[in-house]
């Protein structure tokens, strides 16, 4: 069943801010096989500009993909998570996410269509920091695969 399109362009409340920790940016570039110093070593990261460590360029996906499930899990929505697979992912940046930011992330359904049976959404999230200031856009884009006899 095609997703309601009158969803298109709503906007959910921001997520509670997110402590971005030393620790999970070494973790998560280590995950990506990063070895880049300016994610591990503060003093690297001082002499490139930073106040302390950066994180590696797809760390948003772990708090912006999270926000996305209030989406997901919207039941007026009628998305079915069970058929839900993760089709793509970008991020344009104002600047990099640092150890220490408390960030909130608002999510809004930018697209919503049927391919082939397929329901295919595509969500934005805004990320800012506690001052407010814009971090990083996320765009996650889901595919919900037609159940079987579709």
């Not at 570039?29 to 590696?56: H, R, S, W």
């Not at 150890?99 to 909130?104: F, S």
């Amino acid at each position: 069943m095609a997703l309601d399109q009158s969803f298109v362009g709503r906007t959910y409340e921001p997520t509670k801010p997110y402590e971005v920790g030393r620790e999970k940016i070494r973790e998560f570039a280590e995950a990506v096989d990063d070895p880049n110093p300016a994610y591990t070593d503060p003093e690297a990261a001082k002499a490139l500009g930073y106040p302390d460590v950066i994180a590696p360029p797809t760390f948003p996906f772990a708090i912006t993909f999270k926000a996305a499930g209030d989406v997901v899990a919207d039941p007026l929505l009628g998305l079915d998570f069970a058929r839900v697979v993760h089709g793509d992912q970008r991020f344009t940046y104002t600047r990099p996410v640092r150890a220490g930011d408390r960030l909130a992330v608002t999510s809004t359904i930018e697209s919503i269509k049927s391919l082939a049976g397929n329901d295919v959404i595509e969500v934005r999230g805004e990320v800012h920091d506690e001052s407010g200031e814009h971090v990083v856009t996320a765009w996650t884009k889901l595919v919900a695969r037609a159940a079987e006899g579709e």
